[in-house]
Every structure is written in structure tokens, then in C-alpha cells.
């Protein structure tokens, strides 16, 4: 099976080329990116644990979920697909923000990524892949702040940067 190909940006997320995804990990090459964001009508969001076999972050409280785009798929085409494959349904996206942030692993890797932030509402519970995610929870906005301040270690760093510097975006009450 050929390895997932990331696709390779710049500042201005313009592609520039494909990587194979592990590559663009060792060599912290700035590849495109997206996270999706959860929320029913409690305006709670949906958090997913990340399965304890990931090569990094694994069992750490993140968003909905996240990937990579690939070539010639909308951010939109992509958050539904990775929905779907990690959470087990799909729902309507929209886009809101888009920032590049670089966070390096204690295995040697380093995320260097051109996030897109997409949003979505959905009221049921997920039927998670276990191969992807461990657990999930719908949590408000506000209890996550305090959480992330008290418990850090809990988190993926790109959760922490989103919510550190984007919560207006992402806070939609």
C-alpha cells in the first residue's frame, strides 16, 4: 500500500508539491492540514481522545477531528471523509480560519501544518472507529479553557494554539 502523500504548501497555502506524509513529519516540511469542530445544539463540542496506537499524541483530548487533505480534495470533501472514517457520520462544514503552526514531538516528529479550522453541528452520538479514536465527549467551550490551563498534558498541542489564540472563532454561541 503506498504511504498517504501530504500536500506540500506555502505561507500562503499555495501547493507546491506532495510529500509522503511521514516524510513531511521527520523533515517538519509546512504541509496542508484541517481540524473539525463539533457542536450539538447545547453548544457543547465534541471531543475525540486519540486512539493509543497514533505515532503521536496518542491518547491525548483533541477536537472533532483532523487530517490531511489530499490532492485535488476541498477542505470541505476532506473534513467530511475524515468524519466519517474517524467518528463514523458526516454532517455540513463550513470554513472559518486558517493559521500555520509548528509543534514538534517527543518521537522526533514535527507537525509544521496549514490548518483550516471548518465547524459543523450534530446532535447524535458518534459511532467511533477504535482503530482512530479511544473515547469522546461533548464538552463546552468554556469548561475546556479551564481544563486545558489545569491539565495541559492532556491535549494535542494544535488544540492548545487553536484555543489559545482562535477561541473567538471558534466560540459560536
Known sequence: MNEEQVILVDINDN???LMPKMEAHEKAVLHR?????????????????RAL???????????????????????IKAGKRRLLEEMGF????????SFIYKAPFDNGLTEHEYDHILLGYYDKAPNINPDEVASWKWMHLNDIKIDIKQNPK?????????????YDHININ
Open 15 to 17: 501547493q507546491i508539491g
Open 33 to 49: 492540514a484541517f481540524s473539525v469542530f463539533i457542536f450539538n445544539t447545547k453548544n457543547e463540542l465534541m471531543l475525540q481522545q
Open 53 to 75: 496506537n497514533k505515532y503521536h499524541s496518542p491518547g491525548l483530548w483533541t477536537n472533532t477531528c483532523c487530517s490531511h487533505q489530499r490532492d485535488g480534495e476541498s477542505n
Open 90 to 97: 458526516v454532517t455540513e462544514l463550513e470554513e472559518s480560519i
Open 154 to 166: 492532556h491535549y494535542t498541542e494544535w488544540f492548545k494554539i487553536i484555543f489559545d489564540k482562535f
